[in-house]
């Protein structure tokens, strides 16, 4: 296994490279003037705009710029904001945490509630607790979270007057103040997360429990519990591990309007807010550590599957 990690980490070193390319020349098309948005007037002489371009090291080649900038992160420095001149690191680690926890948070909710309707729609296939809960995860599906997060705001609000307390309190100043916080947009999150899961959940336990390790399992007479436990749900699992990565690396870049919705000082508003100053450094460090935390995550996915097929292995 430590040779396959290896060799998945030196994999991963070209696809950030290509990534660290795209970005670094993306951002470089995007429209706007960065001695304006850097000096915060729309009124710069040239002569000013050459001391920012050159404070900034605009003025040098693009290649040599990249290769500066390069340099810069193989020794863990992404460079500085050019809006508020902090560190991009520093930017990004004070950040991270409310979206990493609303991921997290929503990703184990949607897998707490996604499985156990998954499992028992299967071992109810077409009968009337398998309609009903199809039903319900169709209509799951067809309401986006920005919608549902939005209903989760507007009703308590004109019903009770209840809203959300605000500002942001971190898990580790104010418990309390975080969960209540966090839980809204949460379940905004889980349910289409949950639904998706709970249909790949059951379309990969009826695959399963059509094998016939599965029929040879009950005709041993082991107990239904352990057949579905330990024979039919290991082994549906894969499937179902695989897309819960997927939505896990989506989540982490993807919380955009939620956390606007929610007031969420997270990663998504500052990369929203980084493309509208037009924050080269700061667009930069952002998308190569969505990239990190992908690569880093789909590794984890491969090598969880050893945990739930033996049959798996490594080499």
């Not at 949607?110 to 309707?117: K, M, R």
């Not at 975080?178 to 949950?194: F, G, K, R, V």
């Not at 990565?245 to 919380?255: C, D, K, R, Y």
Request: hydrophobic content about 50%; aromatic content about 10%; charged content about 15%.
């Amino acid at each position: 296994m430590g040779r396959y990690i290896i060799r998945r980490l030196l994999l991963a070193i070209p696809v950030l490279l290509v990534v660290s390319i795209l970005i670094f020349g993306g951002v470089r098309v995007v429209p706007g003037d960065v001695c304006k948005i850097v000096l915060g007037s729309a009124d710069v002489t040239d002569e000013q705009c050459g001391r920012i371009e050159s404070q900034l090291g605009l003025d040098k080649p693009v290649v040599s710029q990249y290769f500066s900038w390069l340099g810069g992160v193989l020794q863990g420095d992404f460079g500085r904001s050019m809006t508020n001149r902090r560190s991009v690191t520093s930017v990004i680690e004070d950040r991270m945490y409310v979206t990493v926890e609303l991921a997290v948070m929503s990703s184990v909710l949607a897998i707490t509630i996604a499985l156990p309707i998954g499992v028992y729609s299967a071992l109810k296939q077409d009968k009337g607790p398998d309609v009903f809960l199809r039903f319900v995860t169709i209509g799951w599906l067809s309401m986006p979270s920005f919608w549902v997060g939005t209903m989760l705001i507007v009703f308590p609000a004109i019903w009770w007057g209840y809203a959300t307390p605000v500002p942001y309190a971190h898990f580790w100043e104010d418990p309390l103040k975080n969960l209540e916080q966090m839980y809204l947009p949460t379940i905004a999150l889980a349910l289409s997360l949950s639904a998706t899961l709970a249909r790949l959940t059951r379309s990969s336990m009826l695959e399963v429990l059509r094998q016939d390790y599965v029929r040879t399992a009950r005709a041993k007479g082991l107990h239904e519990r352990v057949v579905l436990s330990k024979h039919a749900l290991k082994n549906a699992m894969l499937p179902v591990v695989t897309l819960i990565g997927i939505q896990l690396g989506f989540l982490l870049g993807g919380t955009v309007v939620l956390e606007s919705l929610f007031a969420l000082p997270g990663l998504g508003t500052l990369l929203v807010e980084s493309v509208i100053t037009k924050d080269f450094p700061q667009i930069q460090g952002l998308v190569l550590f969505f990239a990190v935390i992908i690569i880093l995550i789909n590794i984890a996915v491969d090598l969880s599957y050893a945990l739930f097929d033996p049959r798996v292995r490594f080499s």
